[in-house]
T-cell receptor, first 116, second 109 residues
Framework: AQTVTQSQPEMSVQEAETVTLSCTYDTSESDYYLFWYKQPPSRQMILVIRQEAYKQQNATENRFSVNFQKAAKSFSLKISDSQLGDAAMYFC?????????????FGTGTRLKVLA | SQTIHQWPATLVQPVGSPLSLECTVEGTSNPNLYWYRQAAGRGLQLLFYSVGIGQISSEVPQNLSASRPQDRQFILSSKKLLLSDSGFYLCVQGNTEAFFGQGTRLTVV
């Protein structure tokens, strides 16, 4: 069974600095998707970034980028120029690409604090 | 654009009472639908998923059940709530990426 591990329950970063959140996963599949979701205090989940496993190029979305290491099964999220609004829970997620059920497997989350 | 309506937002129910949480989806057809429960420190636990009308798969044995009476309607139910059913429940639609409802905070007292 696939698993997703986020080993950092909590991280802190100074405003305007850069922080990296870690995520590792385990799967025997070769085709899949990886995601980072943000859950602010409102608890409404928001997609931050998405990566297709068949793409070697790391995904980027403005200040957010990932370091996708397929062989190592690692998928870290880098937040540059951190802002107070980045404070939230961040969840790493894995989704099968070919089974048809498309189940999403989530990590336990990392709480990010941004210090002014 | 896709929208997920989930209600109620909060619910306080006594032990032994029934439960019905409803989720409807707009902006897409034949969606894959999921119910997750979020507990502190445990991330999101998949409870049920459905790939079509009447098709329900259960991930975790429990006191809950799910139904999909229409293409864009997904219902989470229980006949008798337990204290351990308390939590934050999320309805999710996810054919290409996961779209989340606003969640229901259920407190069983």
């Amino acid at each position: 069974a696939q698993t997703v591990t986020q080993s950092q329950p909590e991280m802190s970063v100074q405003e305007a600095e850069t922080v990296t959140l870690s995520c590792t996963y385990d799967t025997s599949e070769s085709d899949y998707y990886l995601f980072w979701y943000k859950q602010p205090p409102s608890r409404q989940m928001i997609l931050v970034i998405r990566q297709e496993a068949y793409k070697q190029q790391n995904a980027t979305e403005n200040r957010f980028s990932v370091n996708f290491q397929k062989a190592a099964k690692s998928f870290s999220l880098k937040i540059s120029d951190s802002q107070l609004g980045d404070a939230a829970m961040y969840f790493c997620a894995y989704r099968e690409a070919t089974s048809g059920t498309y189940k999403y497997i989530f990590g336990t989350g990392t709480r990010l604090k941004v210090l002014a | 654009s896709q929208t997920i309506h989930q209600w109620p937002a909060t619910l306080v129910q006594p032990v032994g009472s029934p439960l019905s949480l409803e989720c409807t989806v707009e902006g897409t057809s034949n969606p894959n639908l999921y119910w997750y429960r979020q507990a502190a420190g445990r991330g999101l636990q998949l409870l049920f998923y459905s790939v079509g009308i009447g098709q329900i798969s259960s991930e975790v044995p429990q006191n809950l059940s799910a139904s999909r009476p229409q293409d864009r309607q997904f219902i989470l139910s229980s006949k008798k709530l337990l204290l351990s059913d308390s939590g934050f429940y999320l309805c999710v639609q996810g054919n290409t990426e996961a779209f989340f409802g606003q969640g229901t905070r259920l407190t069983v007292v």
